[in-house]
Each structure stands twice: as structure tokens, then as C-alpha cells.
């Protein structure tokens, strides 16, 4: 069993920043792809970023030049700057694990940017 515990969300105004953080409870030569994913109310989670084992990355349209996803070992973060109000949302890590290709999820923490 693989845990994720998240830190970082708050309430930010437009134009600010946060920085998200995700701990992974393995090692991260266990774990192919850690990244980050959020779900605004009545609306499906969605990929914002997300960062291979070997330092790939890929971003959601919406927050390219604006989030930058990296990781330290078990831990990946989520720098997000010039944030708008329709980056609210709550934001869950998730990390795949490599043995079974399972994804295992955060709690979510709530990010909230107002205008």
C-alpha cells in the first residue's frame, strides 16, 4: 500500500502563487510517474502535470508557462504562479506504481484563487 500525503493549498488572489507538495510513503524506484490532478466542482478530474521517474514532463494546455511540476527523490511538487480563478479546484497527487501499473491517489488539498 502506497501513501501520499499532500501539502500546500490555500487561498491565493489572482496573479499569486503556491507551491503544492506530494510525499510519497515508497521509494521512488518503485513508483513510474507521480503527478498531479484536480477536480473543480461539477467538473471531471483532469491532468494538470505530471513527471516520469526518469524527469519527463507533460502539462495541461491551461497551465503551460504557468505550473512547473519536479521532484526530489519521493516527492514531487507543483509550482504554480500567475494563478487565475479557474485554477480552483481541488488538486490530488497521484503516483503509478511500476510493479502493477495501479495509480494510488492523495486526499486532495483545496486550492482556491480569487479574483
Known amino acids: 500500500q502506497v501513501q501520499l500525503v499532500e501539502s500546500g493549498g490555500g487561498l491565493v488572489q489572482a496573479g499569486g502563487s503556491l507551491r503544492l507538495s506530494c510525499t510519497a510513503s515508497t521509494s521512488i524506484f518503485s513508483i513510474t510517474a507521480m503527478g498531479w490532478y484536480r477536480q473543480a466542482p461539477g467538473n471531471q478530474r483532469e491532468l494538470v502535470a505530471f513527471i516520469t521517474r526518469g524527469g519527463s514532463t507533460n502539462y495541461a494546455d491551461s497551465v503551460k508557462g504557468r505550473f512547473t511540476i519536479s521532484r526530489d527523490k519521493n516527492i514531487v511538487y507543483l509550482q504554480m504562479n500567475s494563478l487565475k480563478p479557474e485554477d480552483t479546484a481541488v488538486y490530488y497527487c497521484?503516483?503509478?506504481?511500476?510493479?502493477?501499473?495501479?495509480?494510488?491517489w492523495g486526499q486532495g488539498t483545496q486550492v482556491t484563487v480569487s479574483s
Open positions: 497521484q503516483a503509478r506504481i511500476t510493479a502493477t501499473n495501479l495509480p494510488y
